[in-house]
């Protein structure tokens, strides 16, 4: 019990910036016109991509690290609170829980290496299989890949200490529903 505490604590520091993060993944129009499923794994898919966004932001720079670690741990906390609201005892907790942040870290290295590749549809295909499910109508995949380009983008260009406070880049909803995606000969 007082190891939660400490933990509870020292993660304390990231949240704003969790909070920030979890603010950006539940804009209306990923769900409404994006087709990103308004349910709880729709929501969970977009909560793992913009936190380990910046997860990954925060581990490019000595200053950042530290509250990468600390953003990672309050999203682990975070879905174990959460597993425990929908009533997963211990017994079955461990196991989800340990799925989860398999499933955090991962989606986060093929995200990263989505946005690190040379090909203009890696990214597309990566969030075509996490997020959507492998099922998407490609324009909304183009057009969600396009934006978390730009996203990632300005991210990078924020100094460490602002997205350490919280302060992320702005989120420009009204540029995603806007036009057709850059990427028009996606093929997975």
């Known amino acids: 019990m007082v190891f939660g505490l400490i933990r509870r604590k020292v993660s304390a520091r990231a949240e704003p910036l969790y909070d920030q993060l979890m603010r950006a993944s539940r804009q209306p129009v990923f769900y409404a016109e994006l087709g990103v499923a308004d349910s709880v794994e729709g ?7 913009f936190v380990g966004l910046a997860v990954h932001r925060l581990s490019q720079e000595d200053a950042g690290r530290e509250t ?3 953003l990672s741990e309050l999203f682990i906390d975070d879905m ?3 597993m ?3 009533g997963y005892d211990d017994s079955g907790l461990k196991r989800r829980l340990k799925k989860v942040v398999g499933a955090f870290y991962g989606r986060a290295e093929a995200t990263a290496a989505g946005l690190a590749s040379d090909s203009p549809i890696a990214l597309a295909n990566t969030l075509a299989r996490n997020v ?3 099922a998407a109508d490609q324009r909304h995949v183009a057009r969600l890949a396009d934006h978390v380009r730009d996203f990632a983008r300005r991210l990078a260009e924020t100094p460490v200490d602002e997205v350490v406070a919280g302060a992320l880049p702005s989120l420009k909803p009204s540029s995603i529903s806007v036009g057709e995606p850059k990427i028009s000969d996606l093929e997975t």
Do not use: P
């Open 43 to 49: 929501r969970f898919e977009m909560l793992m991509l």
């Open 132 to 134: 959507y499910g492998g």
């Open 84 to 86: 425990r609201e929908i």
């Open 68 to 70: 990468a670690r600390k």
């Open 80 to 82: 174990e609170r959460s």
